[in-house]
């Protein structure tokens, strides 16, 4: 697997790197069963709908100075899109 070195987090080798690791997880995926897959996501969408679970909290803490959404607009955006959510 490629790697970055430290404190490198940008340019073509950095770019090349990240395309090689994303390639190889890529690949990782299709080689698992399809219901593993389903039942991963099902366990990272229900922590997203959990407000007090650590994945909750980083993604609504990262999510706004990475769309420039409001932490508000972010919060109740989180809400909307999972409320439907069911296993």
């Known amino acids: ?4 070195a430290p404190g490198k987090t940008s340019g073509p080798h950095a770019i090349a790197a990240a ?8 690949a990782d995926l299709r080689r ?3 219901r593993d897959v389903l039942d991963t996501l099902c366990l990272v969408l ?3 709908r959990n407000h007090a679970a650590p994945s ?3 993604l609504e803490a990262e999510l706004p100075s ?22």
């Open 1 to 4: 697997m490629s790697s970055v």
């Open 19 to 26: 395309i090689e690791r994303l390639r190889e997880a890529g």
């Open 32 to 34: 698992r069963h399809p």
């Open 46 to 48: 229900e922590s997203f």
């Open 56 to 58: 909750r909290v980083r």
């Open 66 to 87: 990475a769309t420039g959404f409001t932490p508000e607009v972010v919060h109740a955006g989180l809400d909307l899109a999972l409320e439907g959510w069911t296993r």
